[in-house]
């Protein structure tokens, strides 16, 4: 399985259908668009302007945990922060924040979201592929470009 570190409160918010576009300074894989990606929500969010809360059963005690998974599409470059900016009802980074400043960023539609039926720990150590995208399991490969 391929699993994204995400914050929790991103990840509350795509598993609720409101946040239809992941925002990252990297471009996802090929072998990723399509998959079935998990969510790992750490324990502390930390993006300001975020909703609170992480999801039920997630508390301080976890590093992170398995919360859902997500479906993403083709990924779409921005052609600059007032790009980005202008897109924030999708991706709900508010159009302040210095994450849309100085960088290249790329838009990963939502294709599909579901919550885990309870917040899973104790995941077996992953191996990073890229930046937050992990292969949990021998069954991933996935070339990165």
């Given at each position: 399985m391929l699993a994204l570190i995400i914050n929790g409160n991103w990840a509350a918010q795509v598993l609720a259908g409101t946040k239809t576009?992941?925002?990252r300074?990297?471009?996802l894989?090929?072998?990723?668009?399509?998959?079935?990606?998990?969510?790992l929500a750490p324990a502390t969010p930390g993006t300001p302007g975020a909703p609170p809360a992480l999801?039920?059963?997630l508390g301080p005690a976890t590093p992170a945990a398995l919360v859902g998974w997500a479906v993403f599409g083709e990924p779409f470059q921005?052609?600059?922060?007032?790009?980005?900016a202008a897109d924030r009802p999708r991706h709900a980074v508010p159009a302040d924040s210095p994450f849309l400043k100085g960088r290249e960023l790329w838009g990963w539609p939502v294709l599909a979201a579901g919550r885990?039926?309870?917040?899973?720990?104790?995941?077996?150590r992953g191996v990073r592929l890229l930046r937050s995208l992990w292969a949990m399991d021998?069954?991933?490969v996935c070339c990165v470009e």
């Open positions: 576009v992941e925002l300074a990297w471009k894989p090929a072998c990723a668009v399509g998959a079935k990606v998990g969510l999801p039920p059963g921005y052609e600059g922060p007032d790009a980005a885990a039926h309870a917040p899973t720990t104790g995941l077996p021998e069954s991933v």
